[in-house]
């Protein structure tokens, strides 16, 4: 067994090298996209229109709205006079942000409490929405260090006032949106898989076209070593995909990772096995290299779109989110967002790892048993 | 039991609602190369590809060098060696490589992998272009590798499927060299072909036409007997109106114009056929009884064959 999928690997590998375009092509596509998508995701936006709301009407809330017009960020173009107002504002497009500012406001900070700052945002652009909230919290954050330096009167020992955003969207989807860096590994999660399907289905069907397979299948290998011969190199590319890719993210466009690495190297091996089984399962499908890029189309662009990478779930028809409960990059999504964004751990996470692991262990027996049939 | 490689008792195949093996039997004794003949579609791979275990009969039963084919694929396997109809080699890997992954998955020992490769090397003639690409040989070199390949593990029984399509004729001969040559260290082979001369040099020849056998024999046993008549040749002017006046002779079972003569194929005498074409205003040269070839044979054979099963 071992002699026949060193053989296998070794073939693989040799072919591997042999193509000269094939680094090119693994590679330099992957790191085109994700600047592409990076900067689409992170690109600036200027004059976001902003509701406001004053109901303090004290120096701190007067203070606060001022940072927000000096910033250049924000078209203020509502003053409103109410919490309906600044709904309708929002409901009817005027505007994508509104602010709060509750009575009680100028107290809360003056006697060193953490005072409420009310934030809607409008999610049905959710990447201006995802701009919009980082700056609506670089001003707050501003405002916090500015207030801290200046001259309310602390009491001694008091400590720093504090402010606490809550925010709350309109309509009232996308929870993740709190995060600017939201877009940037679902880029690597959906690039991986993309790669990874594709490759796997189309490198077995052109064994199949070329006759090779039956050749193969015709010797007494084991239809599993077979499919690992070609599976392990497959693996190995996706888990450099995700490690170049989140390189890329982390140090050109500064996305946070402050989650562990192991955590994330586990998600991806569970995400990268199912996403074989995928491809597998594609090739067994076809017979033409022809059939497989249709089939590839036809499935991985669902895949994609009912993952949760640009729409979120929670605003999908309820048959196209119980979709997404079969869709592997939905889960790894999840984990890899949260392992970079908010650095949780398998604690948290264990429910999407398990369901990959489930995903990976269906899709791989599914090929297989196919495989074995599809001999005939 | 021991003499007999490959049993086949009404193997059938079929696809959907379509047979694309009927029925079919074949014995073929260890150490005999069988020539398997018949038109496009007739089922010779599909044969092929159940005796190899790569498809399931649906109904009937096979062995191969004492293996059920269905329910011990995996033996068989490991006991024969087959050269699929498209040229299955991989084209990015050299000589040398391709070897090597064949006799891995044969698992053929580490100590004679050398020899062996050697051995296989030198039957493709391919010594001192070990480390070439496959991709950038010759037809006829690609062909004697992909045989080299498929015999590393020295397998008791060989199916061959169009080894030689598309292979000119020097090389062919070459192929068919290496092939007796396997032939005399016992191993048995089905081949399939197209080429009438190559069904020459096989011990015998299995005929198939829409799936069915429709004769078996030696080249020379078919040449006499599978007619069931005497073939004669025969010159005269009107070749059209000639076949049809003969073609109600009794006598006759068939008659058809070759290049400027006329074969016919008659039980029986053939005293009354220049007067009976006398009669009917044709004038006739005297029929010279002639050794049918295989192509005539095969002709009528699947013509007939077909004939029969349109009814
Ligand atoms: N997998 C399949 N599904 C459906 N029909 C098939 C399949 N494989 C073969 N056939 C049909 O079965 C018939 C026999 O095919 P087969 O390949 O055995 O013929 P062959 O004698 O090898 O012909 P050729 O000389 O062209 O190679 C053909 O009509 C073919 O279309
Ligand atoms: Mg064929």
Not at chain 2, 58 to 82: K, L
Not at chain 2, 169 to 182: D, G, S
């Amino acid at each position: 067994m071992i002699r026949r999928l060193q053989v296998m690997l070794m073939k693989e590998l040799l072919e591997l090298r042999r193509d000269r375009w094939a680094m090119f092509r693994l590679i330099v596509p992957l790191l085109i996209q994700v600047i592409v998508f990076g900067y689409a995701a992170t690109f600036t936006v200027n004059n976001v229109s902003l509701s406001l709301l004053d109901l303090d009407r004290s120096q701190g809330s007067r203070e606060l709205v001022s940072h927000f017009v000096a910033s250049g960020r924000f078209d203020v173009v509502d003053r409103a006079t109410s919490q309906h107002a600044v709904e309708a504002d929002i409901d009817a497009g005027r505007a994508v942000v509104g602010v709060i500012i509750h009575a009680g406001f100028a107290r809360a900070l003056d006697s060193g409490k953490t005072a409420p700052l009310q934030v809607l945002v409008d999610g049905t652009n959710s990447n201006t929405a995802l701009i919009a909230l980082g700056y609506v919290n670089q001003i707050v954050a501003g405002f916090q260090s500015h207030a801290a330096q200046s001259a309310w009167p602390a009491g001694a020992g008091a400590a720093v006032p504090g402010l606490t955003v809550s925010m709350s969207e309109r309509p009232w989807y996308n929870q993740d949106l709190a995060d600017r860096w939201f877009f940037i590994p679902g880029v690597i999660g959906t690039l991986a898989f993309m790669q990874v399907v594709s490759l796997t289905a189309f490198a077995v069907v052109r064994e199949r076209e070329v006759g090779t397979l039956e050749q193969i299948m015709v010797s007494p290998i084991r239809p599993y070593e077979f499919i690992l011969g070609k599976t392990v190199p497959f693996f190995l590319i996706g888990l450099v995909d995700v490690a170049l890719v989140t390189t890329l993210g982390v140090l050109w466009f500064g996305v946070p990772f402050v989650g562990s690495i192991w955590v994330l190297l586990l998600g991806a091996s569970l995400f990268l096995i199912a996403a074989l089984g995928m491809g597998l399962l594609l090739s067994t499908l076809s017979r033409t290299q022809q059939q497989a890029f249709a089939l590839n189309f036809f499935f991985v662009n669902p895949f994609m779109t009912l993952s949760g990478f640009a729409f979120p779930i929670s605003a999908m028809p309820a048959v196209l989110q119980w979709f997404t409960r079969i869709n592997p990059l939905r889960y790894f999504l999840v984990v890899i967002r949260a392992v970079l964004l908010k650095g949780v751990g398998p604690e948290v996470l264990w429910p999407s790892m398990l369901a990959l692991a489930a995903l990976g262990v269906v899709l791989l027996t599914l090929s297989v048993l196919r495989f074995n049939k599809s001999l005939d | 039991m021991m003499d007999i490689a490959v049993q086949a008792t009404g193997l059938t195949k079929r696809f959907g609602s379509f047979v694309a093996v009927d029925n079919l039997d074949l014995s073929i004794a260890k150490g005999e190369v069988v020539g398997f003949i018949g038109p496009n579609g007739a089922g010779k791979s599909t044969t092929i590809r159940m005796l190899c275990g790569l498809l399931k009969p649906s109904a009937g039963r096979a062995e191969v060098a004492g293996f059920d084919v269905a329910r011990d694929p995996e033996a068989v396997r490991a006991h024969i060696g087959y050269m699929s109809q498209k040229f299955s080699l991989y084209g990015d890997l050299s000589v040398r490589e391709n070897l090597l992954f064949f006799g891995g998955l044969y698992q053929v020992p580490r100590g004679e992998i050398e020899a062996r490769m050697h051995m296989a090397i030198g039957m493709a003639g391919l010594e001192g272009r070990e480390d070439v690409l496959v991709q950038t040989l010759a037809g006829g070199w690609k062909q004697r590798l992909a045989l080299g390949c498929a015999i590393l593990h020295r397998p008791p029984v060989l199916f061959l499927d169009e080894p030689t399509s598309g292979v000119e004729p020097e090389a062919r001969r070459k192929f068919w060299e290496l092939i007796h040559q396997l032939a005399s260290q016992s191993v048995t082979i089905l081949v399939s072909t197209h080429y009438m001369e190559e069904a020459e040099y096989c011990n015998r020849i299995a005929l198939i036409n829409a799936g069915q056998l429709v004769a078996i024999g030696s080249p020379g046993e078919l040449r006499r007997h599978a007619l069931g008549g005497t073939l004669y040749e025969l010159s005269c002017e009107a070749l059209g109106a000639a076949v049809t006046a003969l073609g109600q002779m009794p006598e006759v079972i068939d008659a058809a114009i070759f290049s400027d003569k006329l074969h016919v194929l008659m039980r029986g005498s053939v005293e009354a056929l220049q007067p009976w074409l006398a009669t009917r205003g044709v004038t006739a040269g005297q029929p010279v009884p002639i050794a049918p070839s295989l192509e005539d044979v095969f002709v009528q054979l699947v013509s007939r064959s077909s004939v029969a099963g349109q009814t």
